[in-house]
């Protein structure tokens, strides 16, 4: 059964970087056949796909935060990360990391880290 | 970007009723549509993919179709686990789109 946490602070202050880890168990980051990906969601609000990891090294952003957002993997951890560059509240959301199953070049988002809440505030 | 609407945003509802959700795409998305659930405080669980693809340990009663543009998920006979907020999300592309959600509440 594949496992995924994420870690990292609850608290950013304004203008700072947000940067968050997942960790997966009972899978490897090194498959070919998922992506791995962050997806965030504000308070009483949808969900925001921010971008995912391919074991290649290759990422994708979401047009919206591409140039505040870096993902990046260690293959010898097994986990991957998500910084989030100039954050402001409006970052503040809980953030999850999850699978993608690899259809082409889509995916869809099969399992779920339990989540962790960000606060952008000083 | 590729848009996904959902309707309606709340629908009340009864243990054994029928309900339908529909969400609608900007664009022609071919069948690749995903449905999950969500409840309070916790990370959503995955359901259908493939518009009409039910993952492996979803109750029979939870169903979805459509293609193109337009989709719909089904339960045929509410239980009480199953009162909860509903996502579709396209994945047709590189990106991935969610609705912003239907809220399935008890009447």
């Known amino acids: 059964q594949v496992q995924l946490q994420e870690s990292g602070p609850g608290l950013v202050e304004p203008s700072q970087t947000l940067s968050l880890t997942c960790t997966v168990s009972?899978?490897?980051?090194?498959?070919?056949?998922?992506?791995w990906n962050w997806i965030r969601q504000p308070a009483g609000k949808g969900l925001e796909w921010i971008g995912r990891?391919?074991?290649?090294?290759?990422?994708n952003h979401s047009p919206s935060l591409k140039s505040r957002v870096t993902i990046s993997g260690d293959p010898s951890k097994n986990q991957f990360s998500l910084n989030l560059s100039s954050v402001t509240a409006a970052d503040t959301a809980v953030y999850y990391c999850?699978?993608?199953?690899?259809?082409?070049?889509?995916?869809?988002?099969?399992?779920w880290g339990q989540g962790t809440l960000v606060t952008v505030s000083s | 970007d590729i848009q996904m609407t959902q309707s309606p945003s709340t629908l009340s509802a009864s243990v054994g009723d029928r309900v339908t959700i529909t969400c609608r795409a900007s664009?022609?998305?071919?069948?690749?549509l995903a449905w999950y659930q969500q409840k309070p405080g916790k990370a959503p669980k995955f359901l259908i993919y493939?518009?009409?693809i039910l993952q492996s340990g979803v109750p029979s009663r939870f169903s979805g179709s459509g293609s193109g543009t337009d989709f719909t998920l089904t339960i045929s006979s509410l239980q009480p686990d199953d009162f909860a907020t509903y996502y579709c999300?396209?994945?047709?592309?590189?990106?991935?789109?969610f609705g912003q959600g239907t809220k399935l509440e008890i009447k």
């Open positions: 664009q022609s998305i071919s069948n690749w």
């Open positions: 999300q396209q994945y047709s592309d590189y990106s991935a789109t």
């Open positions: 009972g899978g490897s980051i090194r498959s070919g056949n998922y992506f």
């Open positions: 990891f391919y074991y290649t090294g290759s990422t």
């Open positions: 999850a699978r993608g199953v690899v259809v082409g070049a889509r995916a869809y988002f099969d399992y």
């Open positions: 493939k518009a009409s």
